[in-house]
């Protein structure tokens, strides 16, 4: 499989005028060379890209010309080429250029961070020094699965295989680290309900449930389930982030409950945001139907690429423009900010790295975006904030924003 690089290198405030008119620019570019952009999107960035020559045609474009000589540099430099010189205006290099740079791992990749509250934007390049108080990334699955009978055990310390047996039904470690649960064919099923908890500091954890579903938890977040499923319907609680691929069963609705919420589904993807800390709670599908129904009577039908989102009112609202991408970046292994504060950053490198965050000072409201791999240690995603001009100070594992 292609690595990809652990950061991504954007346009800037022109980009966004010249291919899209709002903040997914970002995201736009990143789709294009490292997804499948439509034909229209595609159409976008090659436009942009031409636009922008070296007589400086568009105002403020002498940035936007060093990102394309960089993009011409470093690829070339990577793949040891001699000094064969191609223009690296031409869109037929973008193109090669946004191949190799899918094929080949390059340390020294460029991530934006863009701020929103500036016109201009900075293009951070991340081959620095590592810091002497640093915190690495997750390297290990911590989550901890509690039995009926209170007996806890944590995935790392388990060995493949049988970790338990609770009436017909064996709870197996598999050997990428699923847990799965399989019943026996003879006898009834002796329901009891388990509790799958991954803490901050830990990798995502997956689950395979009795009737074959299957559910990625993210950090701080946890899943009550029975061992089988029997009656009428297939109920689980979750506290934090989930995403479930649901088998189908048209007589036994699968039901996720958080607090007062229920999301219904017969067989689908979705993928269910239910932080406490969070704003609101924000159910996207991915495939399938889904509804999302609160304290028993208001209730709201989705469709795939819609969101529902309830907010700490109670309000429940549709909506119809959502980045997939963003959604999805955790399960992914990426952080993918989209025009969010330094609050909301944080929570995110808080629960990943395991680590508490501190202010000195109130943080200001500015905005933003930016893409990068939850792989790097949390100095690689601080110091790229720091060419917005937001400080940083990291003792042990305690960050403060200054």
């Not at 009795?210 to 609680?237: H, Q």
Request: hydrophobic letters at 40%; glycine letters at 6%; charged letters at 20%.
């Amino acid at each position: 499989m292609v690595r990809r690089p652990n950061c991504h290198f954007v346009g800037t405030n022109n980009y966004k005028k010249h291919c899209l008119k709002n903040n997914k620019g970002i995201r736009l570019l990143y789709k294009y060379l490292f997804g499948v952009p439509s034909f229209e999107e595609k159409i976008n960035v090659e436009k942009w890209y031409e636009d922008i020559d070296e007589s400086g045609d568009i105002a403020g474009s002498d940035e936007l010309l060093k990102v394309k000589e960089q993009i011409y540099q470093r690829t070339w430099n990577e793949l040891n080429y001699s000094a064969k010189v191609i223009p690296f205006y031409k869109r037929t290099f973008f193109r090669v250029a946004a191949a190799t740079v899918v094929a080949v791992c390059i340390t020294s990749a460029y991530f934006l961070f863009l701020n929103k509250s500036k016109p201009s934007a900075t293009i951070a390049k991340i081959r620095t020094p590592a810091l002497t108080n640093d915190v690495a990334a997750p390297s290990g699955n911590k989550a901890i699965l509690t039995l009926g009978n209170g007996k806890t055990i944590v995935l790392d310390s388990a060995a493949n295989g049988s970790l338990a047996q609770q009436g017909n039904v064996n709870v197996s470690k598999l050997s990428n680290g699923k847990i799965a649960y399989n019943a026996e064919s003879n006898g009834a099923a002796e329901i009891q309900y388990n509790t799958l908890t991954v803490p901050k500091g830990s990798k995502p954890a997956q689950l395979v449930l009795a009737d074959g579903s299957e559910v990625w938890l993210d950090l701080a977040s946890s899943i009550t389930y029975p061992t089988a499923f029997v009656g009428k319907e297939r109920k689980v609680e979750i506290t934090g982030e989930a995403y479930f691929e649901v088998a189908h069963n048209k007589a036994m609705p699968f039901i996720v409950q958080k607090g007062d919420v229920d999301i219904k589904v017969l067989g689908t993807h979705f993928n269910v945001n239910a932080y406490n800390e969070e704003n609101s709670l924000k159910v996207t599908l991915l495939e399938g139907a889904v509804n999302v129904e609160r304290n028993g009577n208001e209730s709201l039908d989705i469709q795939p690429g819609q969101q529902a989102e309830i907010n700490r009112q109670g309000k429940i609202g549709l909506n119809k423009d959502v980045d997939l991408d963003e959604v999805m970046a955790w399960k992914n292994n990426w952080f993918n900010f989209n025009s969010l504060t330094v609050q909301e950053i944080m929570q995110q490198i808080e629960r990943w790295y395991n680590v508490s965050v501190t202010y000195e000072g109130k943080p200001g409201n500015k905005h933003f975006s930016g893409i990068v791999s939850r792989s790097n240690n949390v100095s690689e995603v601080l110091k790229i904030m720091k060419q917005a001009e937001i400080k940083f100070k990291i003792e042990g594992k305690n960050i403060t924003v200054l």
